[in-house]
């Protein structure tokens, strides 16, 4: 059994399939297929099984994938230690964030963590998607979602309070909803599935209320939702770090504060692949988010 060939499994396993993981190797496809064909020679077993496009191990493959994937670790380990002996911290740093939480909170953070590690590359992606993390080039990913997903580690950076605002003129002409259920009426502002009703869960105590809405202006970019919600143009319905500095100036106000409001979950994760191996800029940076979000935490909690 050879080293090259064992490695290589982890990569097609963790890749998908054996075209991706041509790619990600820089291999031809062909060439992947006979080394895994060798492997399987060598074990005397089937390691995986092929669809039309996916892999998927069985149950001796599983086990030489994790012989294998502690080995690329270790290889990955030794690597890192000889080319940062003697040097400041380096490395490189996946990072996957939400659109709107990245642009309007994170950013600071990222700006200072790079001033405290000018050696570390740092390669920001501003995206709202789960399955990102699968990708190789994602080391961390944060999320706003009801439940992380179990094949991941997640680590919880605390609640994220959705609030119901409009601009001050436009609560002068049109007023403010009341209810959950006036939110039917009014010009929404929102994320959400462009096509697709978006389903408002609102709690009060024990009060629970489900409302289904139909935004005027939908979009992923908060940013720009915010800006529609400033020019007037409806009622917005976004986690509050969107306008909070509008809310403190008087020129956005909120209604519904006695309600707990919730569109796609209310709390948020930092999330990794548990059996990847994360270089000291990889942990490095999960320190430093961890530590930067618990003031947030304990601000909104307050």
């Known amino acids: 059994m ?10 097609i396993l963790d890749a998908g399939n054996l075209s991706q993981a041509a790619r990600n190797l820089k291999m031809t496809r062909a060439n992947v297929s006979y080394h895994l064909n060798q492997l399987e020679k060598s074990v005397g077993a089937q390691l995986v099984r092929r669809t039309t496009r996916r892999v998927e191990p069985t149950e001796v493959g599983l086990r030489l994938y994790a012989h294998g994937l502690a080995i690329q670790n270790e290889m990955r380990a030794a690597r890192e ?16 964030v939400p659109s709107g ?3 309007l909170v994170m950013s600071d953070w990222l700006i200072d963590f790079k001033r405290l590690y000018p050696f570390i590359v ?22 706003v979602m009801p439940e992380p997903p179990p094949t991941l580690v997640a680590r919880d950076l605390g609640q994220v309070r959705y609030m119901a605002c409009a601009s001050r003129a436009y609560a002068a002409e049109h007023g403010l909803p009341a209810t959950p259920e006036a939110l039917r009426s009014a010009p929404l502002i929102t994320a959400g599935v462009v096509g697709r009703q978006l389903r408002l869960s609102a709690y009060q105590g024990a009060q629970r209320e489900e409302v289904m ?14 800006q529609g919600i400033l020019a ?10 969107v306008v909070q500095d509008a809310v403190a100036s008087g020129e956005v106000l909120t209604t519904l ?10 709390q948020m994760y930092l999330l990794y692949m548990p059996q990847r191996h994360q270089t000291r800029a990889v942990r490095t940076c999960i320190d430093y988010l961890l530590a930067r979000a618990r003031p947030q935490t304990l601000a909104t909690s307050i």
């Open 232 to 241: 007037g143009l409806g009622v917005g319905l976004v986690p509050d770090y």
């Open 122 to 143: 740092l390669e920001v992606r501003f995206e709202n998607r789960v399955d990102d993390l699968i990708r190789e080039d994602i080391d961390i990913a944060i999320r």
């Open 257 to 266: 504060d006695e309600w707990r409001l919730s569109i796609f979950g209310t």
């Open 2 to 11: 050879e080293l090259q060939s064992l490695t290589l499994l982890v990569d």
């Open 81 to 96: 230690t000889i080319t940062t002996l003697g040097q400041g911290l380096q490395g490189r740093v996946g990072l996957s």
């Open 101 to 103: 939480y990245g642009q």
């Open 213 to 226: 809405l139909e935004p005027t202006l939908i979009s992923e970019h908060f940013p720009f939702l915010r």
